[in-house]
């Protein structure tokens, strides 16, 4: 076992697009120049002895590059108060790398990706890697790993991939909606049988191939724990955070040249790495690869059975197997999940010779499942510099670095405040599932509202201020039960670890299998993240904003100045006002921007105008660059 290590860190990852201007002509382009921008960016790196200096890495389309701090921040103030300046350096070191003309946006998705002229260079479709009648194979980088995850997907599935993504239907949208980039003739491939009428469904915008979800962006945050029990509780603990991050950073409302019924990439991201059998869809054998977590992990005496009530049957066998060699029975479940599907990616010499000093083949299985949250161990060769992590991924990439520092800093404090508080935050995971569905609704902000437990404040955290609005309804009626001694018992097995022991009781408000509204309604954002206007009796829930408020109060002068505690302000007032609907969320800002361009018609369809005018505006005037060099920003560091 890893020994506990100091405070939890903060380490963001963030993803950008390569994109080529021509503004003669108004029109930009992906760049599928990645590995010559990289390699330039590693021979900076290798120039400078300073252990901050960034690094850059590919990922899995061309036009594609992640970057990440050089060292994990901690909690200390300063350290969060250099977020958003390390942001801008790191966006200044590949603009420096780049062509004149060429910039690193992190806008999620290329707007007319996949259509006849997107890329440059630009490549024919119907590659034998990909065999896509959209994209090119050069889209994907040209590494070993991204080709044969690739091909491995589209052979184990017996067909390539369907993405469908509802079609937003403005004024003059034809409808019935039929994709009319679609060539359903098209017979280079034995896939190409498709597309046909359950593949390409009416009413939605068709993709066939990996890159569509792949290369979209995101905000990442590595979460550094003290020991692997603080870990299993942050895992736990930010489960249910998962949709409400992804319905406020909502950013992609257009899908190879057409405005989405959606804001967010969730599903695209699930469909587009879907390895599943038509026979395992339709017996539910196993989730899809890129889907929801499928349980909670932490011994918390809170946790029910309920809570765990996900479809995924758990492989008993390979359960048993990690139960005989130590685990216990909440990670052997866990891990018994990511263990039951088939490695897209494995070497002979990996099963022949395999190298137990490293994590190697555990990784073939555990890195190529993708969910909202992920358990990483310590590697085994370097567990005592490398402690256990929790990845928070749902979060979509925003334009700016201001707007990126904003929700990384927001989760790092809301996840320090979740632990001094010892809120519990359970809710069943079926419940989460619909979240997620929830939060990539158009507008889901302001539109939708969202289950969440309304009584999840521990009684010794009961003076957290409120801090909401006379506008903001109230959490949930009064007829929520108090929490009582019964609500975080636990029987001879553990916190209620048999199916007996979840009967419904009248002293166990968590007793549905489903949930119910009392115990999680459906909540208004607002009231999510800033809190209800007034305490309501038997409600224990102020939202995660005066929570995050209540926690830096807490902390000493000596810890959190006056002034540095001013600095971290206008980061949770962007929370704030975007949970509030004060400001929009990327998604809507890049749908309003297309709506009232020149060329746009009324029909759904976003050309070449639009698009520049969205790179440019969005993409690139919003995120600041060109106010400064890297030379200069490293020097304010």
């Known amino acids: 076992m890893a020994p506990s290590r100091a405070a939890c860190g903060l380490r963001p990852s963030i993803e950008y697009l390569i994109v080529s201007l021509d503004g003669a002509k108004g029109i930009a382009k992906l760049s599928l120049r990645s590995s010559d921008i990289l390699s330039l960016a590693a021979q900076d790196s290798a120039s400078r002895a300073d252990g901050n200096f960034p690094s850059f890495q590919t990922e899995f389309c061309s036009f594609n590059l992640e970057s990440t701090p050089g060292k994990p921040w901690t909690m200390d103030p300063a350290d969060l108060l250099d977020v958003g300046l390390n942001m801008k350096w790191r966006r200044a070191l590949l603009k420096k790398h780049m062509k004149h003309n060429e910039y690193p946006i992190t806008l999620t998705n290329f707007p007319r990706f996949g259509l006849t002229g997107s890329t440059t ?15 090119s194979d050069e889209t994907t980088t040209q590494r070993t790993r991204y080709i044969s995850t ?64 792949s290369g979209t962006c995101c905000l990442q945050v590595t979460l550094q724990a003290s020991n692997i029990d603080e870990a299993r509780k942050l895992y736990d603990r930010l489960i249910p955070l998962a949709p409400i991050m992804l319905a406020l950073t909502a950013a992609t409302p257009i899908y190879k040249g057409f405005l989405a019924d959606t804001d967010a990439r969730w599903n695209t991201l699930v469909s587009a790495s879907d390895d599943r059998t038509e026979e395992e869809i339709e017996e539910k054998i196993l989730s899809p690869r890129f889907g929801g977590n499928t349980s909670y992990i932490s011994p918390d005496p ?27 029975d909440l990670l052997a479940s866990h891990f018994a999940r990511i263990l039951i599907r088939d490695p897209l990616i494995l070497c002979a010499e990996d099963l022949s010779q395999p190298d137990l000093t490293t994590s190697n083949l555990f990784e073939m299985f555990q890195g190529l499942n993708w969910q909202p949250l992920r358990f990483k161990p310590p590697p085994p060769r370097n567990i005592h510099d490398i402690g256990w992590r929790v990845e928070f991924r749902s979060m979509e990439v925003q334009p700016t670095d201001f707007e990126n520092a904003a929700f990384a800093v927001f989760v790092i404090l809301l996840t320090r405040a979740v632990l001094a508080f010892d809120v519990d935050f359970y809710m069943p995971i079926s419940m989460v599932e619909e979240n997620m569905e929830t939060a990539q609704g158009r507008d889901a902000v302001n539109r939708r509202e969202f289950y969440f437990s309304a009584n999840w404040m521990t009684d010794d955290a009961d003076e957290v201020p409120l801090g909401g609005s006379a506008d903001n309804p109230c959490i949930a009626p009064s007829t929520i039960p108090p929490r009582t001694a019964h609500n975080s018992s636990t029987n001879a097995n553990g916190p209620l670890a048999s199916s007996e ?45 005066p929570l995050v408020k209540r926690y830096l109060a807490t902390l000493p002068t000596t810890m959190l100045t006056p002034d540095q505690r001013a600095g971290l302000e ?50 690139i005037g919003d995120s600041g660059m060109g106010l400064g060099n890297s030379d200069s920003i490293a020097a304010s560091r």
């Open 121 to 135: 260079p630009e490549y024919p479709p119907s590659g034998p890697q990909l065999e896509s009648q959209f994209i």
């Open 150 to 213: 690739a091909k491995n997907i589209r052979a184990r599935r017996g067909r390539k991939v369907q993405i469908n993504v509802p079609v937003f239907r403005d004024e003059k949208t034809p409808w019935p909606f039929h994709d009319p980039s679609v060539d359903c003739n098209l017979r280079g491939f034995p896939e190409d049988n498709e597309p046909h009428e359950d593949t390409a469904k009416t009413n939605h915008i068709y993709m066939d191939a990996q890159p569509f979800g």
């Open 302 to 328: 809170r946790l029910r059975v309920q809570h765990n009530n996900h479809s995924m049957p758990i492989p008993l066998e390979i359960k048993q197997k990690l139960i005989a060699e130590g685990m216990d």
């Open 501 to 545: 022991s979840a009967k419904s009781t009248p002293d166990c408000p968590y007793s549905s299998p489903t949930g119910d509204h009392a115990t999680y309604p459906p909540t208004p954002m607002s009231t999510l993240v800033n809190g209800p206007p007034s305490r309501a009796p038997n409600i224990l829930a102020p939202g995660l904003l």
């Open 570 to 619: 206008p980061y949770l007032d962007l929370v704030s006002r975007r949970a509030s609907g004060l400001d929009v969320t990327p998604a809507t800002r890049i749908r309003e921007v297309v709506r009232q361009s020149e060329g746009y018609m009324g029909d759904s369809r976003v050309g070449e105008e639009a698009e520049w005018r969205v790179v440019n505006e969005v993409g």
